[in-house]
C-alpha cells in the first residue's frame, strides 16, 4: 500500500514540472520584444559615405554646399548675384571748361580783377607796378613769366594813353594768353596711327589726385566713344586697385590688377596685353604715388615704363599735380621729369585755393602743356584745358 501511495506520489510531481515547463515557453513567446535604445545625442555624426551616385540611398537626398539643415529637413539657400553696377554716360568733353567756367571764375579771378583794378589807376607809378609784379606772383605765376608780363605791359599801356576798362581788359587778356600759350598741342595721345591701343601712363605723388584722375580720365575717353582698359599697377597703396576698378565699373572698363604689393610692372604689362587682345582704344596705367625723395620708388616708376614699352611705346605720360601746392609741386615736377619723359600735366583742385598763375608756372618749368585740368569732386569735373576759356575765367567778366 504504501508503495502505491509514493507512485501516485512521483507521478504527480512529475506532471506538475511538465506542466510548468509548458507554460513558461508560452510566456517566452508572448512578451513583447524590448524598446530601442535611445540614440546618443553626444556621438558625431557617422561621416558620408563617398561613392558612386548609386550608392546614395533613394530616401536621403545628397547633400551640397548649398543646403542648411532646418527642422523639417535640408533646405536650399539662395544664392544671390549681386547686381552688375549700372553703367553711366559720362557728359560729353567738348566745352566741359566753358560749362564749369563759373565754377573756376569764382576762385580765380582774384588775380585778374587785382591787375585790373591796379591798371586802371589814373598815375601808373614804379609802385603801382611793383604792386602789379607782387600780384603776379602771390598767384604762382613765377619770377621769369611775371618780369616779362610787366615788362610788356608798361611799354604797351605807355604806347595806349587814355585806358578804358574795355581796353584794358583786352589788353590784359592778350599778354595772359600769350603767357598761357594758344599754340601748344593740349591733344591727349591716345590714337596711334599705326597700332591700338594707345598707352597712357599717369604718375605722380600720393594725394594728389592721381587715381581719382585716371579714373575721370577713363569716363572722359568713354564719353569720346573710346574703349578703356585700366591697370591698377599703385600696389603700394592699400584699396587703391577697388577705388580704380569702382571707376572703370561705372563707365564699363575692364580693370588689371595685381596683389597688393605686387610688382607693379608686372601689373602695367599684363594691362597692355589684355588691352592688346581685347581690341580697346585706350589702356590707362596707374603707378604709385611715389615721394620725390624716394630713389627707389622712382627707380621702380622707371622699371614700370621701361616693361610697358616691351609692349609698344607709350603715347602719354601724365603728370597730376596738386595745383594747391603751388610753387612747392614745381619741385615735385623737376625730378618726375628726370625719371620718364612728362608729355602733359593735370593740374588737380584748381577750384580751391590754388593760384591760376601755377599754369603758367608749371607749363615754362618742364617746358609741356597742361592738358587737363580738375575742377572739383564730380565724376565730369576734368575738363581739356581750354586757353581762353580759363584766361575769361582769370579776368571776368
Known amino acids: ?93 567738348a566745352g566741359r ?37 607782387d600780384t603776379l606772383l602771390t598767384a604762382d605765376v613765377g619770377v621769369q613769366p611775371t618780369t616779362e608780363l610787366v615788362e610788356r605791359l608798361r611799354e604797351r599801356v605807355k604806347v595806349l594813353g587814355t585806358r578804358t576798362p574795355d581796353e584794358l581788359r583786352g589788353l590784359l587778356r592778350e599778354e595772359l594768353l600769350k603767357l598761357v600759350g594758344t599754340d601748344l598741342d593740349r591733344t591727349v595721345k591716345t590714337e596711334p596711327a599705326d597700332r591700338k591701343p594707345g598707352i597712357v601712363m599717369v604718375v605722380g605723388v600720393n594725394g594728389t589726385g592721381k587715381t581719382t584722375t585716371t579714373g575721370k580720365l577713363a569716363r572722359v575717353l568713354v564719353a569720346d566713344g573710346r574703349t578703356v582698359v585700366l591697370g591698377a599697377a599703385d600696389t603700394f597703396r592699400a584699396a587703391a586697385a577697388d577705388q580704380l576698378q569702382t571707376w572703370g565699373e561705372r563707365v564699363g572698363a575692364h580693370t588689371v590688377r595685381g596683389p597688393e604689393a605686387g610688382d607693379p610692372a608686372s601689373v602695367a604689362f599684363d594691362a597692355v596685353k589684355e588691352g592688346k587682345e581685347m581690341g580697346v582704344d585706350v589702356v590707362l596705367i596707374d603707378t604709385a604715388g611715389r615721394l620725390h625723395t624716394k630713389t627707389g620708388l622712382m627707380d621702380e616708376l622707371g622699371k614700370v615704363k621701361r616693361v ?4 609698344a611705346p607709350l603715347d602719354e605720360v601724365l603728370l597730376v599735380l596738386d595745383a594747391t601746392t603751388g610753387q612747392n609741386g614745381l619741385v615735385q615736377a623737376r625730378v618726375f621729369a628726370e625719371v620718364v619723359d612728362i608729355s602733359g600735366i593735370v593740374l588737380t583742385k584748381l577750384d580751391g585755393t590754388a593760384k591760376g598763375g601755377i599754369v603758367i608756372a608749371v607749363q615754362r618749368e618742364l617746358g609741356v602743356p597742361v592738358k587737363l585740368i580738375g575742377l572739383g569732386e564730380g565724376a565730369d569735373d576734368l575738363a581739356p584745358f581750354e586757353p581762353e576759356a580759363f584766361v575769361d575765367a582769370l579776368i571776368g567778366e
Open 1 to 93: 500500500m504504501e508503495t502505491v501511495i509514493l507512485a501516485v506520489v512521483i507521478a504527480v510531481v512529475v506532471l506538475g514540472a511538465l506542466g510548468g515547463l509548458v507554460v513558461g515557453s508560452r510566456r517566452k513567446k508572448s512578451l513583447p520584444p524590448p524598446p530601442p535604445a535611445a540614440p546618443d545625442i553626444t556621438a558625431p555624426p557617422a561621416e558620408p559615405h563617398v561613392g558612386d551616385e548609386a550608392e546614395t540611398p533613394r530616401d536621403e537626398p545628397r547633400r551640397t554646399i548649398e543646403e542648411v539643415d532646418l527642422p523639417g529637413g535640408p533646405a536650399p539657400v539662395v544664392v544671390e548675384e549681386p547686381p552688375a553696377p549700372e553703367i553711366e554716360i559720362p557728359e560729353p568733353t
Open 97 to 133: 571748361l566753358v560749362r564749369l567756367r563759373a565754377r573756376l571764375s569764382r576762385s580765380q579771378n582774384a588775380l585778374g580783377k587785382g591787375l585790373l583794378t591796379l591798371l586802371s589807376r589814373e598815375h601808373l607809378d614804379d609802385e603801382t607796378w611793383e604792386e602789379i609784379e
Open 308 to 311: 610697358v614699352e616691351k609692349h
